[in-house]
């Protein structure tokens, strides 16, 4: 799941700049006032999960914002490696993208719900701002 989440970051890191580069020239010529840049993960299992909560069917059983781009200093995407696990001396070496990192350690989902995910679905979302005074 390490690679495929690696793979995900690796795909939508160049349109992400392409957004963001869009939103500012926005921004600048004053057609919005500010903008949001989210990366969403929607973790599924078609399974599991749903023999305990049968209205997950259909839907993710968990989502979470994870914007690894605020650690890409760079203009072209850097493997940076976020493995911090307490289970290094028991799992192979490997490096974690944030991806990973981020649903372990700062979602506090647990091994188990990690290895049961079928699909991941990774959303880029934006949001466009413009404040306007009423007098």
């Known amino acids: 799941m390490n690679q495929k989440l690696l793979d995900e970051e690796k795909r939508i890191f ?9 939103c500012k020239e ?25 023999k305990f909560d049968p ?16 650690l890409q200093e760079s203009a072209i995407y850097t493997e940076l490696d976020f493995n911090d696990t307490i289970l290094k001396a028991t799992m192979p070496k490997m490096k974690h993208c944030y991806s990973i990192h981020n649903l372990y350690d700062h979602c506090h989902l647990t091994w188990f719900d990690l290895c049961n995910i079928d699909s991941i679905w990774v959303e880029l979302m934006v949001t466009y701002q413009r404040f306007s005074t009423i007098e």
């Open 14 to 22: 160049g349109l992400y700049q392409n957004i963001q580069k869009q």
């Open 55 to 70: 209205s997950i069917e259909g839907n993710p059983f968990f989502e979470t914002e994870c914007n690894f781009m605020t």
């Open 26 to 50: 926005l921004v600048y010529s004053k057609v919005i006032d500010y903008y949001e840049i989210e990366i969403v993960l929607k973790l599924w299992n078609d399974n599991y999960y749903k």
